[in-house]
């Protein structure tokens, strides 16, 4: 089965999955985001799809594994969060990612540093999820996150942030 053949049918588990996902306990529109999460995970592991087993046990396979990721993603934000408010009130917390001279400072960063922030800080994607996309080891995305978190550092002290 091709790729576009492959989508096309698990284009028909859809009402599926979103009553997987809000079965566990998630909002209508973040089913709907676990749903196209699914489906990008699918595309990318087609070739791991072998025709002898049910599409849907692996397409359910995947939407528990986007599910798992997806909270881990929100408990390491809200620990995030917990650590920030200890140090000053949450309504004084800045978003991080609409501030400008976070901006400013991000984008003076070389590209290899800049895509490790962006995918570890503001997609929130654990290091491993970076190293596969930028194709690179782990140990390399944690070294240019060290590199770049302390060139930011260097950034902010020299602006006076």
Known sequence: MCGDELMAEARKFEKNL???FWRQ???????EDLVQETYLRLWKYRSEYRPAAKLSTFLFLMARQVRVDALRRQTRRENREE????????TEVPRLCERED???????????LREVVELGVF?????AEVAEIL??????????????????????DEQGS
Do not use: C, H
């Open 18 to 20: 979103l009553n997987f």
């Open 102 to 112: 976070v901006r400013w400072a991000v984008s003076r960063l070389s590209d290899p």
């Open 25 to 31: 306990g998630v909002s209508y529109s973040e089913g």
């Open 123 to 127: 997609q929130d994607l654990p290091y």
């Open 83 to 90: 650590t920030w408010g200890k140090e000053q009130p949450m």
């Open 135 to 156: 194709g690179i080891p782990v140990g390399t995305v944690k070294s240019r996150m060290s590199n770049a978190l302390k060139k930011l550092k260097e950034a902010f």
